[in-house]
């Protein structure tokens, strides 16, 4: 499974941005997530999404801002991101997993076989 990660860019605190990440195929991918990179930090969990919706989870500095989807139809998996702030700025990264994880697991960059190649978000005034 290739990974197509898009849609960062330079948005204003309090504006919003929607990332896309377009997947080669379905199979792999039971299991969606989005991780982010601050400079000179390790990558940390944003959101994860489990086919059908059964598992939907966030982090807390996210959670309420930060909507993670998918469209199975398209492939694709989006990040809509509302009241951004400057804390937000990082490179941002799809992930997949071919497995169903649960909550922990899906935390967990080690979870999963497939990632993105990171879409930039700055947040500036």
């Known amino acids: 499974v290739q990974l197509q990660a898009s849609g960062g860019g330079l948005v204003q605190p309090g504006g919003s941005l929607r990332l896309s990440c377009v997947g080669s195929g379905s199979t792999g991918t039971n299991t969606v997530a989005w991780f982010r990179q601050f400079p000179g930090k390790e990558r940390e969990f944003v959101a994860a999404?489990?086919?059908?919706?059964?598992?939907?989870t966030y982090a807390t500095s996210v959670k309420g801002r930060f909507t993670i989807s998918r469209d199975n139809a398209k492939n694709t998996i989006y990040l809509q991101m509302n009241s951004l702030n400057v804390d937000d700025t990082a490179v941002y990264y799809c992930a997949a997993s071919p497995r169903g994880l649960t909550t922990s697991q899906a935390r967990r960059g080690d979870a999963y076989d497939y990632w993105g190649q990171g879409t930039e978000v700055t947040v500036s005034s």
């Open positions: 999404r489990r086919r059908g919706g059964s598992m939907t």
